[in-house]
């Protein structure tokens, strides 16, 4: 699994499917969010889209 160094969205392809941003293997923690627009840690974290993210990405 790579995580994206901009929108951390996880996936297994080396440019982010989202943004076009390089991904790196080098990430710690994961999200799922379901509900985007009701989820808090996704309005801070600024996700728009319901998938598995990244808590930090290096």
Known sequence: ???CRK????????VC???????????????IIIDPRRSRIAQ???IKMPGKY???VR
Do not use: D, F, N
């Not at 951390?8 to 080396?14: K, Q, S, V």
């Not at 499917?17 to 999200?31: A, F, K, M």
């Open 17 to 31: 499917p989202i943004c076009g941003s390089q991904t790196s293997e080098h990430w710690q923690g994961y999200v």
């Open 7 to 14: 929108c951390h969205i996880l996936t297994e392809e080396t």
């Open 44 to 46: 801070k974290m600024g």
């Open 54 to 56: 990244a808590l930090k």
């Open 1 to 3: 699994m790579r995580a």
